[in-house]
C-alpha cells in the first residue's frame, strides 16, 4: 500500500496529462484526478473532488495537488466536508513538478507526510514557509557531530545524474529514516538531484544521519555501481 | 416582515432571477479583467440551487442557505463557487435551526459569511475582490442593527448599499488576489465582476423582504 495523490485541476486535459506523466515514474501509486467541472467545462468541482477523495481513502493517505488559485479553495472547501481529513494532506507545490516528486517520494514508501514534503521541496526551500521538519533521533546515535555514514560513488551510466536515476535515488531515500545529502543537495528530493547536473564519470559524496543512515548510503551505492541499470 | 425560511427561499430565487439578468454584464467586467466565465457560471450555479430548493424545499433559513452552498461549490466551477459556497455555509452556520433571523442575526450571518469569503480567498480589503463588498456590508449591518429598533428591513438595506458602494469603490483598485493580479496595473478602471455579484445578493435579500 502506498500514499494516493489527488490532482485538482481546472482542466480534465491537464489532470489527465500529468497524471499519465506521474505514472511512467511511480507506476504503482494511484494518481486520481479531479480535472474540469461535473459537465466538462474549465473550472473545479467540489463533487469531483470528494469523489476523489472518497475513492483514494482507506490507504495510506492522500495528498492533493492542484494547479491555479480557485482549485486550492475548492479543494480546501472539499477537506472541510471530508469523511476524515487527518489522512488528508493539501500539497502548496507547483502542480507537475510537485506531483512527478510526490509520485515517486510514494512509490518508495513515503509516508503522507513525507509525500507532501517532497511535493514541496521542489520550491526549494528559501521558499518554503516556516521551519523544516524536525526528526526524531533514536536513543544513543550522535548528532551534531558529522554524518553517521558516509560514500564516495562514481557515475559509470552514460547518461550520469538525470531524472529516472534522480527519481530512484530520491523515491527510495523518502522512504527510509535517514536525513541524506547527496553532495550538499537532499538527496530525497528529486528535482535537487537533478540540480547536481551530475555527469558521467562525477562523484557523488554521500553523507547520511539516523537509523537507516547507513541502508540509504548502500542504496544510493548500489544504484549508482549498478549505472542504474543503464548502459 | 420577518426574516423565515420563505424569506430564504425567495431571496435565493431573486438572486437567481439577478444573475440571469446581469449575466451579460457580468461577463463583461469578467472579460476585462478575468477569464470572462464569472457571469455565466453565477447564473448556472443558481439555477441549479432553484432546482435543488424545488427537489428538496428547505424547512429553515439555514437550511436554506445551506443547500445553496452545496449547490454552489459544486456547480459554479470556477473561484466564486468555494468563495460563495464557503459564505452561505458560514452564514447558514449562525442561523442554526432558527425559524425566524432578527436584525442582530443578519448582522451576524453577514459577518460570518465575510470572514468565510477572507478565510478561504485569503484576500483583505483593498484587494479589488469580493471582500471589498462583503466587508462594509458587515460593517454596515452590524452598526444598523446596533442602533436600530426591532425593524430588519433596514439592516437589510444598510448591507446592500454598503455592498453596493464597496463594489464601485472597486474601480479604481489594482487587483491583488485573483485571476485579475495577474494583470498588475491593467486591472484599474475596471469593477471587480465578484464585488458586483456581491452587491446583487444582498440587494437580493432586501428585495426578497419587500
Redesign the interface.
Known sequence: MTVSIVVVSHSENIADGAAELAAQMAPDVLVLTAGGTADGRIGTSLEKVLAALDHAAGGDGTVILTDLGSAVMTAESALEFAEDPAGVLLADAPLVEGLVAASVAAQGGADVQAVKRAAEAVRGPSQNSGPPPQREVSEGSVTGQGPDFTGDFELINQAGMHARPAAKIAGGLSALDAEVTVNGVDGASMTALMTLAAGKGSVLHVEARGVDAERAVNYVGGLVQAGFGEP | MVLDVNWAVKWLTLCAQAMAEHRVELIELDRAIG?S?HGE?MDRGFQAVLDKLAEAPPATPGAALKLAA?TL???????A???Y??AF?RAAGTMGDAAEIDPAGWAAAVSAARDGIVA??KAEPGDKTMVDAWAPAADAAKAAADTGGPEVLSVLVAAAEAAEAGAVATDPLVAR???ASYLGERSAGHRDPGAASSALILRAAVGAAA
Open positions: 477569464d466565465d457560471n452545496m461549490m459544486s456547480k459554479v466551477g470556477g473561484a463557487g468555494p468563495l459556497g464557503t455555509l478561504r480567498g488576489k485573483g485571476r
